[in-house]
């Protein structure tokens, strides 16, 4: 009896214990979701203003092409960029972004180079077929996203540059009300003429029209070097914030059935000890009804 009564207090010690680290789990994610949606909300806003800048370059001139510096090669690979997770606890938001990816790059011709932001996605990626590069440190804040963006954009440069990719994709999760989040993709290179035709078919949104100053060229480039920034930015602050509310989520769903369980284990130690009580009690009516 004892014995039993000693190890339902030792599970109900470490209920305890687990609900006490679930708790603190679900205050890091609600304070980081704050930091990674307010990230997102000022992006969008961000990026509608490269948007009209960008459609100011290309409507003042009748043919908004872009020169490439290098023609495509037919042995270039297809770049892709995949954000993932470097912690745990968050479901299955890795094996849903490795499914995505595997799927949407099978519709793909051509070889793939794959670059993964997280260890866990590239642990996962690696049972696939798929030929993996060095992969990058996820960001652990926002203050740190922007190094990473420079990083990226380096190497992708550099392997342009060699003649190794001639296409980039970048694989995320997009957070969504309904599911939690949703895995999307986007093109990010290269900016060609189909991609200049999208932003200078936006309408200026005032009758007063812009006009680009000082040189086209210059203005030009500074905003395709800022829309290649705003996009991976978002992307990582948009990954980091499904990130964490898959962990909210789980964290939510862990204390609910440490609950269930707490609730479970005080129930059976009560019923023991109330046995053991009446037994005890059984026991002394017993031996003061043979004394008389």
Request: charged share 20%; net charge negative; glycine share 4%.
């Amino acid at each position: 009896m004892s014995e039993g009564l000693a190890s339902l207090r030792h599970q109900i010690n470490s209920a305890d214990d687990l609900e006490s680290v679930v708790r603190s789990m679900k205050a890091m994610a609600s304070s980081n979701i704050c930091q990674y949606e307010n990230a997102v909300h000022s992006l969008d806003d961000y990026y509608r203003t490269v948007q009209l800048g960008l459609a100011a370059c290309f409507q003042q001139y009748q043919s908004p092409s872009i020169k490439t510096k290098r023609p495509p090669s037919n042995k270039a690979a297809i770049g892709v960029i995949v954000f993932g997770t470097d912690q745990g606890l968050v479901g299955q938001f890795n094996e849903v972004m490795v499914e995505f990816v595997c799927e949407s790059l099978q519709k793909m011709p051509g070889n793939k180079l794959v670059w993964t932001v997280g260890d866990r996605l590239q642990s996962r990626l690696l049972e696939t077929k798929l030929v993996l590069k060095q992969g990058f440190i996820l960001p652990n804040s926002v203050d740190v996203i922007s190094t990473l963006v420079g990083t990226i954009l380096i190497e992708m440069e550099a392997q342009r540059e060699k003649g190794t990719i001639d296409r980039v994709y970048i694989f995320h999760h997009r957070p969504n009300v309904d599911s939690i989040y949703t895995p999307v993709s986007q093109q990010l290179l290269p900016l060609d003429a189909h991609w200049s035709q999208n932003f200078a078919s936006i309408q200026w949104p005032t009758n007063n029209l812009p006009e680009v100053m000082p040189e086209r060229s210059e203005t030009l480039s500074a905003m395709m070097r800022e829309y290649l920034f705003v996009s991976l930015f978002r992307a990582c602050a948009e990954s980091l914030n499904s990130e964490n509310a898959s962990r909210l989520s789980a964290m939510q769903r862990a204390e609910k059935n440490i609950d269930e369980l707490h609730a479970s284990l005080k129930q059976k130690f009560h019923s023991l000890r109330q046995s053991g009580i009446d037994a005890e009690l059984f026991d002394v009516i017993s031996g003061f009804g043979a004394m008389e």
